[in-house]
């Protein structure tokens, strides 16, 4: 039976991107399949600043080809782009002197309150700040920031972030119906993260952090291609489950060379208000033995506050709410070690 052109592209299914989970087919990277008898040629495109990404797709892509029935030859064309080689015209986020990711390996680990908690306390240090919520699928950052009004457009088509606390603020939770669930395939979520980073107005900053959504896939791996990140923070809770997929995540940033500041305990221990007395609820300093084990810093521990989850959904962080918490000084403790980590000369 004669090879066709989609025996090949299934058998390009097994290639998956370094550190992620999707395909290099699903992800659009394949441009162009030709089978002549048993030669095979593929095209394939991308933009990465993993020096690694390249060698190591086109070689699985070879041993996956040359292990196919009937293939006597494979030809494989690469071509790996910069991060900003497709956009030369203008360099994204430009005005932003650092672009910080905050990302775990699964959801439910409180991620987004402690991005949302970490700006505030990076503004309480004379920081400009802006934070992005790039959690397509769970937009939540709107709420937790209490921001109501809809962001502005400009005659020349910019959107103006709307900010709160002095936060520059854009989330996908502004343009869409908070009860409608989005149901969009890879190529549409990358395509919001890229227009979050190209049409919106961020104007200069010295820090942006993502919001990104849990795992390991469009999102991170569209942010990456687009901007060369200064950081990321993992965030996990104490417990073995969560502790593996934040080991994934960690992993998953190295693999694209992107710096990991550290890791943050979210949900640390529980103590009780009336007697004083703690609880480990999920464990204790799982975190900081992770952080330990990939040699990375242990940026701090978030204990467990029912007035946490109150000031989110009020819509003013514990940073805010609550300034003489001990959840609000472990949260300004973490953004002067993100800080130190950023700019290991600025005393903090």
């Known amino acids: 039976m004669a090879l066709t052109q989609e025996q090949v592209r299934e058998a390009l299914k097994q290639v998956k991107f370094p550190g992620l989970t999707r395909d290099i087919v699903s992800f659009g990277f394949v441009k162009a399949i030709t089978v002549a008898g048993g030669e095979v040629e593929v095209e394939i495109s991308f933009a990465s600043a993993n020096p690694e990404a390249g060698p190591r797709i086109e070689a699985e892509a070879r041993r996956v080809l040359e292990a196919l029935p009937g293939v006597t030859g494979v030809k494989v064309r690469l071509h790996v782009q910069g991060p900003q080689e497709a956009m030369p015209q203008r360099r994204l986020l430009a005005g932003v002197k650092f672009k910080v990711a905050v990302a775990s390996g699964k959801g439910g680990v409180g991620k987004s309150t402690v991005a949302a908690n970490l700006v505030l306390a990076l503004a309480q240090q004379g920081m400009s700040v802006g934070l992005l919520d790039a959690d397509i699928y769970g937009p939540s950052q709107q709420m937790m920031m209490g921001a109501s009004e809809p962001p502005q457009v400009t005659e020349e088509g910019r959107v103006m972030p709307v900010e709160v606390a002095g936060i ?32 919106v107005e961020w104007g200069q900053l010295d820090c942006l ?140």
Not at 215 to 232: C, E, F, M, N
């Open 209 to 348: 952090v993502v919001d990104l959504p849990p795992g390991t896939g469009d999102a991170q791996l569209t942010l990456t291609q687009q901007v060369p990140l200064d950081g990321a923070v993992i965030v996990t809770t104490p417990q073995d489950v969560a502790l593996i997929d934040a080991r994934k995540g960690l992993n998953m940033f190295r693999k694209v060379n992107v710096p990991v500041l550290g890791v943050v305990e979210n949900m640390s221990v529980f103590v009780c208000p009336a007697c004083g007395h703690s609880t480990e609820i999920f464990k204790k300093d799982g975190g900081r033995r992770t952080a330990q084990q990939l040699g990375v810093p242990f940026l701090g521990a978030v204990p467990i506050d029912p007035e946490i989850v109150v000031a989110s959904d009020a819509g003013v962080p514990i940073v805010l709410s609550r300034p003489d918490s001990p959840a609000a000084s472990a949260f300004r403790e973490i953004a002067r070690s993100v800080v130190r980590q950023l700019q290991p000369n600025r005393a903090t």
């Open 168 to 199: 520059k603020v854009m989330s996908l939770g502004f343009l869409m119906d908070p009860d409608t669930p989005v149901i969009w395939r890879g190529p549409m979520v990358m395509k919001a993260i890229q227009q979050f980073l190209e049409d």
